[in-house]
């Protein structure tokens, strides 16, 4: 059986969940998401719990989606009740950002600036070098970070790049360093 997908998930108040047409629907104060629902699965709302049943729980592949699932609606939940955020770090001379509307602009050492474009349910935030992406889809959420950080990856020598806040960059000796060492 499925740790994970055996647990009951309970709706926060202001939450409401809903199946329609083989899609779950959960709505909360920072908006509405769906996630279309595996034929294996069978999503059960009773009062303010949530469960995840599957056809036939001794089969892996039903076990993992099991779990997956599971998670899945966890994370709508919070999602929809809270939201996710997700911290940036620019580090280097002359890097910035800023926001133009609803759209990031990010001057990163390149002979233009970069315009990142909004995703409809993300916002932007930008305080001196920390951009901050903010939304109730965590897959989205993230997606978006990890494309922003694409831009522009912290190099090893000096850590110039744009970087996740709690991220540690391992440093390398630059050619210098190595040659006095030896």
Same mark, same amino acid.
């Given at each position: 059986?499925?740790?994970?997908?055996?647990?009951?998930?309970?709706?926060?108040?202001?939450?409401?969940?809903?199946?329609?047409?083989?899609?779950?629907?959960?709505?909360?104060?920072?908006?509405?998401?769906?996630?279309?629902?595996?034929?294996?699965?069978?999503?059960?709302?009773?009062?303010?719990?949530?469960?995840?049943?599957?056809?036939?729980?001794?089969?892996?592949?039903?076990?993992?989606?099991?779990?997956?699932?599971?998670?899945?609606?966890?994370?709508?939940?919070?999602?929809?009740?809270?939201?996710?955020?997700?911290?940036?770090?620019?580090?280097?001379?002359?890097?910035?950002?800023?926001?133009?509307?609803?759209?990031?602009?990010?001057?990163?050492?390149?002979?233009?600036?970069?315009?990142?474009?909004?995703?409809?349910?993300?916002?932007?935030?930008?305080? %001196?070098? !920390?951009?901050? *992406?903010?939304?109730?889809?965590?897959?989205?959420? &993230?997606? $978006? +970070? =990890?494309?922003?950080?694409?831009?522009?990856?912290?190099?090893?020598?000096?850590? %110039?790049? !744009?970087?996740? *806040?709690?991220?540690?960059?391992?440093?390398?000796? &630059?050619? $210098? +360093? =190595?040659?006095?060492?030896?």
């Amino acid at each position: 059986m499925s740790r994970i997908g055996k647990k009951i998930r309970t709706l926060p108040s202001g939450v409401t969940a809903e199946v329609q047409k083989g899609v779950l629907v959960v709505k909360g104060p920072r908006g509405e998401l769906k996630q279309p629902l595996h034929h294996h699965i069978t999503v059960i709302i009773e009062g303010n719990a949530v469960r995840v049943q599957v056809v036939n729980e001794n089969d892996v592949k039903d076990r993992a989606l099991w779990g997956t699932f599971s998670s899945i609606i966890k994370n709508m939940i919070e999602g929809v009740a809270t939201g996710f955020k997700k911290q940036l770090e620019i580090n280097g001379v002359g890097f910035r950002a800023s926001l133009k509307g609803q759209n990031l602009v990010l001057e990163v050492g390149f002979s233009h600036p970069i315009e990142v474009q909004s995703v409809p349910g993300i916002k932007f935030f930008v305080e %001196k070098n !920390i951009i901050t *992406v903010e939304g109730a889809d965590k897959q989205l959420v &993230g997606e $978006t +970070a =990890a494309s922003i950080r694409r831009i522009k990856k912290p190099e090893p020598y000096k850590g %110039k790049g !744009i970087k996740y *806040v709690a991220e540690v960059i391992r440093r390398k000796a &630059g050619k $210098t +360093a =190595a040659k006095a060492a030896a």
